[in-house]
């Protein structure tokens, strides 16, 4: 009878377990949709570097993400934003080139 009170307890300390992970999950979501939200970068990805035109992803001291070109010389926020197309591929809004993530090859549209 003590074993199966005891296998009780342990399955019940797991079923609290994954409910209280399952819950820090969710705020953690809804946490991170809010930060992509006011263009904080939340570092899901890596950065990204137009091969065509040089402009590229960074991220501000506060933690936002920004873009500049390469060949300016200076690290001031274009305003610009890489549209995404799926997980793995990005269109360039100055030069419509498509960046495809840990992957140095990109194809014009």
Excluded: W
């Amino acid at each position: 009878m003590t074993k199966i009170l005891r296998m009780a307890n342990k399955t019940k300390l797991f079923n609290d377990l994954v409910q209280d992970i399952s819950k820090v999950a969710k705020a953690f979501a809804a946490a991170q949709m809010q930060a992509e939200a006011i263009c904080i970068f939340t570092g899901d990805r890596e950065l990204l570097e137009c091969p065509d035109c040089g402009l590229l992803e960074d991220v501000s001291s506060d933690g936002h993400l920004m873009t500049y070109k390469k060949s300016d010389g200076t690290i001031e926020d274009t305003g610009l934003r890489f549209q995404e197309i799926d997980c793995m591929h990005f269109r360039c809004p100055t030069c419509k080139c498509i960046v495809e993530l840990n992957d140095e090859e990109s194809n014009r549209e």
